[in-house]
C-alpha cells in the first residue's frame, strides 16, 4: 500500500466489536499499546463515568473506535487523531482532527443507530461539537482516556463497559 493522500484512503473498516475494543482475551488491565481503529454496532453497552452517577445503558449504538495522538495539540473543540496503517510501513502514522475525521467517515458508516459512541480518549476534556451527519442521534464521548472492559453479570450475560472520568454529549 502506498503512503495515504486522504483521509478517504485510511483503512476504516466495520469489525466485530470485541476485537475492534481489543476485548477477545481476557485482561486485567487496559493495552495502552493497542493502535487499532474501526467502527462496530452493537445492541447495548456501558458508559461508565468513574467521577459521574451510575453507569448509563447505550442501546441501539455505532462505536466508532479512534485514538487520540500521543502528544496531541491542546484544542478547545477537537481532538488530533492518530492512525497507525500497518498496511503502509511499520510505524507509518497519520494524523488528523477528529472533526475531519467525522465529517469523512461518519456519513458513510452511520445508519440511523439510536446512539453514536466515540471510543476515542480525549486528554485534554475537548468540548465536541455534534457531527452534522449525526443530525439529532446523542453523540457521546468521554473526558480522559477510554478503557474498554467485557463485564460478566450473575447470570453469565457478558456486557460492554467503555469507563472514562465523565461521558458528554456533543452539542
Not at 468513574?50 to 442501546?59: F, K, N, S
Not at 502528544?71 to 510501513?89: N, Q
Not at 468540548?127 to 453523540?139: D, K, L, N, S, Y
Request: glycine share 4%.
Amino acid at each position: 500500500m502506498q503512503p495515504l493522500r486522504s483521509i478517504s484512503e485510511l483503512p476504516f473498516r466495520c469489525r466485530p466489536p470485541l476485537e475492534l475494543l481489543n476485548l477477545e482475551q481476557h485482561r486485567d488491565a487496559p493495552d495502552v499499546e493497542s493502535t487499532q481503529f474501526g467502527w462496530c454496532r452493537v445492541d447495548e453497552l456501558w458508559l461508565d463515568g468513574r467521577a459521574d452517577r451510575a453507569p448509563l445503558r447505550v442501546t441501539d449504538a455505532l462505536v466508532v473506535a479512534v485514538h487520540s495522538a500521543d502528544e496531541p495539540e491542546v484544542l478547545p473543540d477537537d481532538v488530533e487523531l492518530e492512525f497507525f496503517v500497518e498496511e503502509v510501513a511499520k510505524d507509518y502514522s497519520v494524523t488528523v482532527l477528529l472533526s475531519a475525521f467525522l465529517g469523512r467517515w461518519l456519513p458513510a458508516v452511520f445508519s440511523g443507530e439510536r446512539a453514536i459512541v466515540l471510543a476515542m480518549c480525549n486528554p485534554h476534556a475537548a468540548r465536541i461539537r455534534r457531527p452534522e451527519a449525526a443530525g439529532r442521534t446523542p453523540v457521546y464521548y468521554a473526558d480522559g482516556d477510554v478503557d474498554a472492559w467485557l463485564d460478566t453479570d450473575a447470570d453469565g450475560r457478558r456486557r460492554i463497559r467503555l469507563e472514562a472520568e465523565s461521558w458528554r454529549t456533543a452539542e
